[in-house]
């Protein structure tokens, strides 16, 4: 299973760092991305990261702002989220699974999300 946690309130431009933990799973085997949903809306692919951690992708809305890590050793991916906005605010997904690493269809097993929500 996947758990997505780190998420909380902050204020616009701040900063917060999710951890994607998994347990049964060797996530250092998958490529792993991070999604979010806000309210009314459809769940949104942010960033993704391959096993090895050499290729990354992000959303433009995220880029420069965002960075996906991942230690495999701590079988933990990382997103790092700067300069927050309000528009950010959503609940935060971990997904991990096989193929590329820009492709939704890649990613079929699914954590909880944690909430980030970005105060004005």
């Known amino acids: 299973q996947l758990q997505a946690f780190g998420g909380g309130l902050v204020q616009a431009g701040g900063s917060l760092r999710l951890s994607c933990a998994a347990s049964?799973?060797?996530?250092?085997?998958?490529?792993v991305g991070w999604f979010r949903q806000a309210p009314g809306k459809e769940r949104e692919f942010v960033s993704g990261?391959?096993?090895?951690?050499?290729?990354?992708y992000y959303i433009d809305s995220v880029k420069g702002r965002f960075t996906i890590s991942r230690d495999n050793a701590q079988n933990t991916v990382y997103l790092q989220m700067n300069s927050l906005k309000p528009e950010d605010t959503a609940v935060y997904y971990c997904?991990?699974?096989?193929?590329?690493?820009?492709?939704?269809?890649?990613?079929?097993?699914w954590g909880q999300g944690t909430q980030v929500t970005v105060s004005s």
């Open positions: 997904a991990a699974g096989y193929g590329r690493v820009g492709e939704f269809s890649t990613y079929t097993y």
């Open positions: 049964g799973r060797t996530l250092s085997d998958y490529t």
């Open positions: 990261i391959s096993w090895s951690g050499g290729s990354t």
